[in-house]
Every structure is written in structure tokens, then in C-alpha cells.
């Protein structure tokens, strides 16, 4: 089979290669999936530039999201069959510990996901355990069912399992043109929320009013936080989706409301941030961090797409072989929506 794998880290996308290894077989209670598609997310950068304190086995092959046939089931395997369409749970603990089954999987000591701790899903053929992967229909196309999967379920993590989401909340949602951005707009308003978001373009900024976001601020014409005030009549945003880290932190606090809530589960500029202590306290914020979802909850983020209540918006789709131009856009941060592989 082809695959796409890094000898060592690199702040390039040179460092990806297009390999030829052997075709995996599945073993007890594994499946093997023929890919069709693999979706990029930002942890792939990170994982092929190296993430200080943890240690890749290498050669390595990154991806988390992926949609694709079933090809072979292993013994004992009862959820799928040969030809059944289906995507791939990007992150999966052990399944029976207390977190795993009081659905806070991610905080399960066995979670892990696929191209981080293993190897993941830009490749022709993976093996994974039956309980990883999802059937789905053939409303979405394979591109559009490899964008869902970790955007989708970290974005219901956010807005609801920490955020509290309701449908009286004002929601700022940084960067709508990321994939992470849109499928949170989309989930914000399917709840009734207003949204605000912040866009880098004029561009982005009517695709982002497209996707049903109320008020878009262009941040490279003026400062965020001064766009928020005035949209809420100086109150500030009750809910704030953030994933950018350091570029925007200090804003942030000028833009929640008091008692206002903000959920972070990145860093793209960067991992350390500094605080004013006193408007934690006296205006009595709550911080919380997110990291992925259960499975419970990615679940109920297939049947929205199902339902067609939420649709993954797709950038562009570049062949598997042409991985490194793939790269190159996402860093670009020319992308509204997903960036996928076609295999």
C-alpha cells in the first residue's frame, strides 16, 4: 500500500514522503479499512514539526480523520462487515475503565489517537479495533465524511460538555475559516446561540455569515475585542470558543461578559500565555480546557451530519501524492473549511 511518513521531524512539509509498505492485516477484533479520504487538522503540522514532550515512534504516518470501505474484519468482530462505509473515531481509550464509560473517555490514561500516539490515516489501508469505527451513509461523500469526525466532536465537546451552551448565549468563535471554526459556528446556532466570529479576510468574511454567524469581524482591520463590545452594547460574549492561544489570549478577557465562560483546546500561536489574575477573579471568569470527546458524543455528532442539521465544509481536496502542497495551504491559513486527502 502507499502511505504518507516522516523519517523525522521537520518544520517543513518536505520531510513527508510517499512510501510503499506492506498491506496490514487485521487479528482479533480488528478491522481493515481501504481509506478513501483523510482529513488535515492542525495537530498534524504540529506532530510532523515534533510536540515538545512527546516522543513519536519513528517512521511515522500522521492523520486523525479518515472515511473509507471495510474491506476485512478480523475474528469476533460483530459491529461491520465487508463493504460497509464508515469513518474512524480519531481518539479511543481503553472502553471500560470509569472515565470510558462515564463517556469522559479523553480522560481515560489509555486514550490516544490516531496519527499522534499511533500511526494514523494517510495511507491507502489501516487496521483498527471494530469498536473505532462508525458506519455512515452515503449522504456525505468520502471527502466530506473525512472533514467531520474531529472537528465536529471537539466543537460539541467545547460549546456543550464545558461550555454549557444556550440558546440565550452570545458566542464568540475564533477563526470561522478553520475547520474547527465552522463546525463550531454551525453547532452555535443549531442551538440558537448568536454568534460572533473572526475572520482574516473579507472573503471569509461572507462565508461566514453564509454558515449563519451573525456579526464577522475582519481582525486585520481593527482589534477583536473592540468588534465584540460593540456588537454586545459593551456587555462582552457570555461563551468564548478559543483555539488560538497567546495571539489572542489577553483580548479575550476584554470580551467575555461577567460571569462568562471560555473553553480553549488549542495553541496554534504558540503554547504559553500570560494573565491578568484580576480579571479572573473579579469578574469571576471560568476558564476550562477541552480536549477531543467520548464516544457517546461523537455519536450524536454523526446523526446531526446524518440529519443533515450540520454539513462539513470542505476547502479543497488534494490527491495523497501532492500531501506537501496540502501542508503548505493549511500553514498558509488561506483555507476556509477543511483541507482533505483523497486516496
Known amino acids: 500500500m502507499k502511505a504518507i511518513r516522516f523519517n523525522h521531524h521537520g518544520d517543513s512539509p518536505d520531510v513527508l514522503k510517499l512510501v510503499e509498505l506492506p498491506d496490514p492485516k487485521p487479528g482479533l477484533g480488528e478491522v481493515l479499512v481501504s481509506l478513501k479520504a483523510a482529513g488535515l487538522n492542525h495537530l498534524d503540522i504540529w506532530v510532523r514539526n515534533g510536540l515538545p514532550g512527546v516522543k513519536l515512534p519513528l517512521p511515522h504516518i500522521p492523520g486523525s480523520d479518515g472515511s473509507g470501505v471495510v474491506t476485512e474484519v478480523g475474528a469476533g468482530v460483530t459491529n461491520v462487515k465487508p463493504g460497509d462505509r464508515v469513518i474512524l473515531s480519531p481518539g479511543m481509550g481503553c472502553g471500560t475503565c470509569e472515565k470510558c464509560t462515564g ?50 466532536l471537539t466543537a460539541w465537546h467545547m460549546l456543550h460538555t464545558h461550555g454549557g451552551l444556550k440558546s440565550t448565549d452570545r458566542v464568540l468563535i475564533h477563526a470561522a475559516g478553520s475547520g474547527i471554526g465552522q463546525a463550531a459556528i454551525q453547532l452555535a446556532r443549531l442551538a440558537g446561540a448568536e454568534v460572533i466570529t473572526t475572520v482574516g479576510s473579507d472573503e471569509k468574511a461572507a462565508k461566514a455569515k453564509a454558515l449563519g454567524a451573525q456579526t464577522v469581524i475582519n481582525y486585520r482591520k481593527a482589534g477583536f475585542a473592540q468588534g465584540v463590545l460593540d456588537a454586545t452594547g459593551g456587555k462582552g460574549v457570555d461563551l468564548l470558543f478559543e483555539h488560538i492561544g497567546p495571539e489572542t489570549w489577553t483580548e479575550n478577557l476584554k470580551c467575555l461578559a461577567k460571569g462568562g465562560r471560555m473553553v480553549t483546546c488549542g495553541a496554534t500561536s504558540g503554547p504559553k500565555i500570560e494573565m ?68
Not at 479495533?129 to 468520502?142: I, M, N, P, T, Y
Not at 495551504?329 to 476556509?336: A, L, V
Open 276 to 343: 491578568d489574575l484580576r480579571f479572573l477573579y473579579m469578574r469571576q471568569y471560568t476558564i476550562k480546557g477541552a480536549y477531543m470527546g467520548s464516544h457517546a458524543e461523537l455519536l450524536e455528532v454523526v446523526r446531526l451530519l446524518e440529519a443533515g442539521r450540520v454539513k462539513p465544509v470542505v476547502d479543497s481536496v488534494f490527491p495523497l501524492d501532492r500531501v506537501r502542497d496540502a501542508h503548505a495551504h493549511m500553514e498558509s491559513r488561506g483555507n476556509f473549511g477543511k483541507i482533505v486527502l483523497k486516496i
Open 103 to 152: 463517556n469522559w473517555d479523553s480522560l481515560c490514561d489509555a486514550y490516544h489517537l490516531l496519527g499522534l500516539q499511533v500511526d494514523g490515516t494517510y495511507c491507502e489501508k489501516i487496521v483498527v479495533a471494530a469498536r473505532r469505527v462508525l458506519k455512515v451513509s452515503e449522504k456525505l461523500s468520502f471527502e466530506e465524511w473525512a472533514a467531520s469526525p474531529l472537528v465536529f
